[in-house]
């Protein structure tokens, strides 16, 4: 059972706007950044976002991130083809001293 | 460019052994934090367990699951990152990925995995 909360999945059709949502507590995300990792089938994890809303260089800014409180999201606006796949909060947990991981968000669309 | 190419992963019988290697390039290994982070089949991802810069202590701290069975080590002077793993149980069966580990404690802790390596599988089965 994973420490941070997210739907199992979500879907749009494309040009859509998807929001995933990721909850957690005052451990984690309540205290420390959120980051995002996009694993397409078959491939490693991909870092999408970091510190609660940035973008590594190469990230489309369709992609954002937003936290408050001890929950955060990840929205995916002007949804593509290439955006179905799973998506993985995570953040920093104190309590456990390490990072702790959602179960992931499988974005279908449709 | 960063790689991170992991190694050595294969079929282990339940109490046996297995060590994992990363090797690593386009960036300055010995400058960096290294984690493991492993995926088991169909499921989601677990922080294994990082291990620090030498310049930072050189010291390692693990996840729950695997405390007390699992050794990061690394080797500066060959850019290599290792996982030993003993005492293996079926539930450590898992693709299992080498990551650069950045943390920065301010008011609050900034960590993230940037770089990943293709992963190596793990299956311990009897």
């Known amino acids: 059972q994973s420490v941070l909360t997210q739907p199992p999945s979500a879907s749009g059709t494309p040009g859509q706007r998807v929001t995933i949502s990721c909850s957690g507590s005052t451990s984690n995300i309540g205290s420390n950044t959120v980051n995002w990792y996009q694993q397409l089938p078959g491939t490693a994890p991909k870092l999408l976002i970091f510190g609660n809303n940035q973008r590594p260089s190469g990230v489309p800014d369709r992609f954002s991130g937003s936290k408050s409180g001890t929950s955060a999201s990840l929205a995916i606006s002007g949804l593509q083809s290439e955006d179905e796949t799973d998506y993985y909060c995570a953040a920093w947990d104190d309590s456990l001293n390490g990072p702790v991981f959602g179960p992931g968000t499988k974005v279908t669309v449709l | 460019e960063v790689q991170l190419v992991e190694s050595g992963g294969g079929l282990v019988k339940p109490g046996g052994s297995l060590r994992l290697s990363c090797a690593a390039s386009?960036?300055?290994?010995?400058?960096?934090?290294m984690s493991w982070v492993r995926q088991a089949p169909g499921k989601g991802l677990e922080w294994v367990g990082r291990?620090?810069?030498?310049?930072?202590?050189?010291?390692?701290d693990y996840a729950v699951p695997v405390k007390g069975r699992f050794t990061i080590s690394r080797d500066d002077s060959k850019n290599t990152l290792f996982l030993q793993m003993n005492s293996l149980k079926t539930e450590d069966t898992a693709v299992y990925y080498c990551?650069?580990?950045?943390?920065?404690?301010?008011?609050?802790?900034?960590?993230?995995?940037?770089?990943w390596g293709q992963g190596t599988l793990v299956t311990v089965f009897s």
């Open positions: 990551s650069t580990d950045f943390y920065f404690m301010g008011r609050g802790v900034i960590q993230h995995f940037d770089d």
């Open positions: 291990i620090k810069s030498k310049t930072d202590g050189g010291t390692a």
């Open positions: 386009g960036f300055t290994f010995n400058n960096a934090w």
